[in-house]
């Protein structure tokens, strides 16, 4: 049994929402936190369900992550204050966006993190992923659930100037239509009971118990971070 508080903070949402890059981000400012990857649960290649209809694989179906797998890691993280997957992903930063954070907001991060959590026992895991609320065992091990969003022309625009994917076995590239007819239409289906009507353009349901920040091209990076920091703060 650790001697840690562990923290478990989930940042999701779409694929090209700006999650993994906050992510990284925040992890980077508070050197005790720890970053794990969803992408990491994965199933193998060979394993990933195939769509007859388009004759392609389906990495953005649930049933192409090992759930359970990730479930009962995130077990062993909450009882231990550590992680046991090798994190493939945590070397691949080849769809990360380059980022500059003015000095004046790192400063303003790294002081309130560290104001929160210097001299603590309590250890924050900040967990990436596209697909971490549809499931309600896998929602309620998060002790902070935060999702990006962005509108779907920002979405589908970011995720077209995209080289590719690494997987486990080989490295994927989009087929043409693959964004609507997959990333976006698993990502509308799995979030839809999160907001009003259905409607993932839309507003939030009061009380779905997560916190969301529209990350469109407008949006400061800095001013995102400092709002993820406030949450993570708050947890303390």
């Known amino acids: 049994m650790s001697a840690h508080k562990v923290l478990l903070v989930g940042i999701s949402g ?5 999650k993994t890059t906050l992510a990284k981000l925040i992890t980077s400012l ?16 060979e394993d990933i369900p195939y769509d007859e209809k388009y004759q392609v694989s389906n990495w953005d179906s649930p049933d192409a ?13 909450k009882e231990t204050g550590t992680i046991s997957t090798e994190l493939i992903h945590n070397n691949n930063h080849q769809n990360s966006r380059a980022v500059s954070l003015d000095a004046d907001t790192q400063h303003a ?10 001299d603590s026992n309590t250890k924050v895991v900040v967990v990436d992923g596209f697909l971490m609320y ?3 065992e896998l929602s309620k091990k998060f002790d902070l659930k935060v999702l990006i969003r962005a509108p779907y022309s920002t979405l589908n625009k970011r995720r077209a100037d995209r080289s590719g994917y ?3 076995e080989s490295f994927w590239i989009d ?14 289906e799995c979030h839809a009971h999160l907001f009003e009507d259905d409607n ?19 949006a400061k990076i800095g001013e995102a971070l400092l709002w993820l920091c406030d949450l993570i703060v708050s947890l303390r």
Do not use: W
């Open 175 to 188: 087929p043409p239509f693959y964004f609507d007819e997959f990333v976006y239409k698993s990502y509308s």
């Open 14 to 18: 779409c694929s090209s929402s700006g």
């Open 65 to 77: 992550l090992d759930l359970a797998l990730f479930r009962k890691e995130l077990d062993y993280i």
């Open 200 to 218: 993932v353009e839309g507003t939030l349901k009061e009380n779905c118990g997560v916190h969301d920040y529209m990350n469109d091209d407008n």
């Open 166 to 168: 690494q997987t486990l």
């Open 134 to 136: 549809h499931d309600a």
């Open 109 to 118: 991060i790294v002081g309130k993190l560290a104001a929160a959590f210097k």
């Open 30 to 45: 508070l050197p005790s936190a720890v970053l794990l990857h969803e992408d990491d649960f994965f199933k193998h290649d």
